[in-house]
């Protein structure tokens, strides 16, 4: 059973940053594509930046120069670096991982993210 869980949220204010960090356990980690997405009441959970097994990272417009996404295989981690944090960035971030042998998605339970002005 692949379980995410995600660890890092909190509030900040206007032009700080925060680390978020995402422990697999379960999947053959090294092997999928992994990622960030966010939601806030009331929308779609939308892309943040995936990383995949080859090392290929892909980023949501708004998140291009101000976040980066890394991962680490050995210790199956995957972490969101965010800066430059803007009230509207505030949402539920979720951890994902996809298993694209099985097509199968899995998410974390989601961890706020509040960023004051």
């Known amino acids: 059973q692949v379980q995410l869980v995600e660890s890092g949220g909190g509030l900040v204010q206007a032009g700080g940053s925060l680390r978020l960090s995402c422990i697999a356990s379960?999947?053959?980690?090294?092997?999928?594509?992994v990622g960030w997405y966010r939601q806030v009441p009331g929308a779609q959970r939308e892309l943040v930046a995936t990383?995949?097994?080859?090392?290929?990272?892909n980023y949501a417009p708004f998140a291009k120069g101000r976040f980066t996404i890394s991962r680490d295989n050995d210790k199956a981690t995957l972490d969101l670096q965010m800066n430059d944090l803007k009230p509207d960035d505030t949402a539920v971030y979720y951890c994902?991982?996809?298993?694209?042998?099985?097509?199968?998605?899995?998410w974390g339970q989601g961890t706020q993210v509040t960023v004051s002005s």
């Open positions: 379960g999947s053959k980690f090294d092997i999928s594509t």
């Open positions: 990383q995949t097994a080859g090392d290929l990272r």
């Open positions: 994902y991982l996809y298993e694209r042998w099985s097509d199968v998605s899995y």
